[in-house]
């Protein structure tokens, strides 16, 4: 081929992260800037992750062109996709259940912002460019780093000062693992977009949350992080979850995203604990009934051994029913 008839690509992967403080409720819905700060572990990119490439070429219709798992979107109507374009032909592929509440937009829109900078080739900092992945999807900011990742919420009403930054690498914490409890692949209820902006104008606990349950919150993960105090880390997470799906239960109507099988795992994770006698499991789920487990390598037999055979049966996959991750970013 000659050069005009050139096709320029880059492909890129992006892990998915799992928020311990939680992002619920925007300030500003059309720059996605949130009501609080939050803090989420990116996991390893061996299962739960996207592959996107972008490519352009002379020869490419002038069209903008999306594909997901390979089908072809509609992004005409996709403000927040086309928020983050340019004149590309982009291809991307999760290998696990989008929209499931297992974070596929936070990984999704975190590489189609890193595959349109590497195919032009731009100097910004994965700091910089979690203010663009920000405005696909807010949790998408923290997929452009590895390790302990804060989303501070910000100051400025342009939105310049939201940004995603390195709070650990996951190299500071190597014994950290998680369990990816597939409870359903199913595509959730209430999209979060929605989901928070009801919690935002009906709930009356929401208010609290924000201004100061979650600042404190924040300081003192940061710090159990710091210290890789465990019990701290854990506590402080399964509080955190527990709290977020309060505010959605206190949203008019109310919005359920655990399901039975979340409860039980929730009573499982306290009895293990309750057991041992110390904090060795913690448990988050986001907008769906999936359960993310924290622990630590050393109680893997104890924690993940117990969590399979006793919700095995009860949980559901795509290539079986347990995803074991290392909260490693390659
Ligand atoms: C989080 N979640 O911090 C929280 C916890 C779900 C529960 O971020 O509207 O898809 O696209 O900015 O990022 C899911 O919300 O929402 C989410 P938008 P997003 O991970």
């Excluded at 991307?92 to 937009?105: D, K, Y």
Aim: charged share 20%; aromatic share 8%; proline share 5%.
């Amino acid at each position: 081929a000659t050069s005009s008839q050139s096709v320029y690509r880059a492909t890129t992967t992006a892990p998915v992260n799992i928020a311990v403080i939680k992002y619920w409720g925007k300030r500003d819905t059309t720059l996605n800037l949130p009501t609080n700060s939050s803090l989420s572990v990116t996991l390893s990119q061996r299962s739960l992750r996207t592959l996107t490439t972008a490519s352009c070429s002379s020869i490419y219709p002038a069209e903008d062109t999306l594909n997901l798992n390979g089908k072809p979107q509609d992004i005409q109507s996709s403000k927040r996709t086309l928020a983050c374009f340019f004149p590309l032909r982009i291809v991307s592929e999760n290998n696990f259940p989008t929209a499931a509440g297992l974070a596929s937009s936070a990984a999704g829109f975190a590489a189609l912002v890193r595959a349109v900078a590497d195919l032009y080739q731009l100097p910004q900092s994965p700091n910089e460019l979690s203010r663009i992945a920000r405005q696909g999807s807010g949790s998408a900011c923290r997929s452009l780093m590895g390790g302990y990742v804060a989303w501070r919420t910000g100051e400025l009403a342009d939105g310049s000062d939201s940004l995603a930054e390195e709070v650990a690498p996951a190299s500071h914490w190597p014994e950290m693992r998680a369990l990816v409890l597939v409870v359903s692949a199913e595509k959730k209820d209430v999209p979060s977009t929605e989901g928070m902006q009801t919690t935002v104008n009906t709930s009356d606990l929401f208010a609290t949350r924000a201004q100061s349950v979650v600042p404190e919150r924040m300081s003192a993960i940061e710090a159990a992080i710091q210290a890789r105090d465990f019990p701290k880390f854990a506590e402080i997470t399964m509080r955190d979850s527990n709290t977020f799906h309060a505010t959605c239960l206190d949203s008019w109507p109310p919005i359920f995203y655990m399901n039975d099988v979340s409860r039980a795992a929730v009573r499982l994770v306290h009895d293990i604990n309750t057991a041992v006698g110390k904090t060795v499991a913690a448990y988050t789920f986001d907008a769906g009934p999936n359960a993310v487990i924290y622990y630590e390598e050393k109680d893997s037999e104890l924690v993940a051994g117990t969590v399979k055979a006793i919700l095995g049966a009860n949980t559901i996959g795509w290539e079986g029913a347990f995803y074991e991750r290392l909260a490693n970013v390659t």
